[in-house]
């Protein structure tokens, strides 16, 4: 987003653009830089800068945090279930498999929040809405796993369960990317650089376990005679093993950065907290009293 003071001031130093407020949405053309919007009390120059996270309101940033905190501890009261109740109950380890996903999910949820103003939505927006879609099929998923440990296992809903696995290695990448454009807005370089690395190799870990294992089932098991069919079946088994082994080590590679992304949130989300007004109307901030920690970040 282009600096609107800097590149589209009138003669007498009004906003010659249409600009919509950050707090409100609210056209902010004509109006001068230095005050605050009508509707909503926002400084103005909240909304005349770049799309950096910083100028959001701290709201919305407090829930993207919140979002990242909870993917993580979701995750790893998921996987501390998942080792405790492994050897206690299948039916057990499906019911905390799906409450600690389900912490997870909401978690992803809360950091795919748009910002309020739309400002800087469009560069991530599709990946934004398929993380979301996927986040409703990541629920289906833990469900479904529930239902067929209790007992209830048609081949109908053996075939729902990798599909919503497939789709949700598709989820992993939209992921990724929308993790790497949001820490470019902190921003967050190696962040960003990290998260881009690891799509493909995650999404394509993740393909490759869920579609091999559902063709090893589709074989059955090594016919006792050897043979050409038996050599398919144990590559098959090789490459499934390595492939889940692959993402299991990129998971903790996510997970890790997913938490170094909430750490980074928090500098712009104290930030905005200084640009942005406790209240809706207050005194007007001087016109350049925020703008020097910004720029320097």
Sequence with gaps: MADATSESPDVAGLIAIDLPCRGCGYN???????????????????????????????????????GAWLI????????????????????????????????????????????????????????RRIVRFCVLVGLVAYTLEVVWESGVKPVPLDIAKGLCHLV??????????????????????????RARRLRWPVAVARGIAVAGARTLVQLGPPAAGGGAATTVTVALTAIVGAAVLAHLGLSVLVLILVYRLGKALRVPLELARHIWPTTSIGTPLSPGNHLAGPRGH
């Design 168 to 193: 949700n290695a598709v989820g992993d990448f939209a992921m990724l990317s929308y993790f790497a454009k949001l820490a470019g807005r902190i921003p967050a370089v190696s962040l960003s650089l």
């Design 72 to 127: 993580v501890w979701g995750t790893v009261g998921m996987v501390a279930g998942l080792i405790v109740f492994d050897l206690v109950s299948p039916l057990l380890m499906a019911v905390v498999k799906l409450a600690g996903g389900a912490v997870a999910l909401y978690g992803v949820w809360l950091i795919t929040q748009p910002d309020p103003s739309g400002i800087g939505d469009d560069q991530y927006v599709n990946d």
């Design 28 to 66: 902010l053309r004509g109006l001068l830089p230095t005050g605050r919007c009508p509707e909503c009390g926002v400084p103005i120059s909240a909304s005349c800068h770049d799309d950096l996270l910083c100028y959001g309101p701290p709201t919305w940033l407090a829930t993207l945090q919140r």
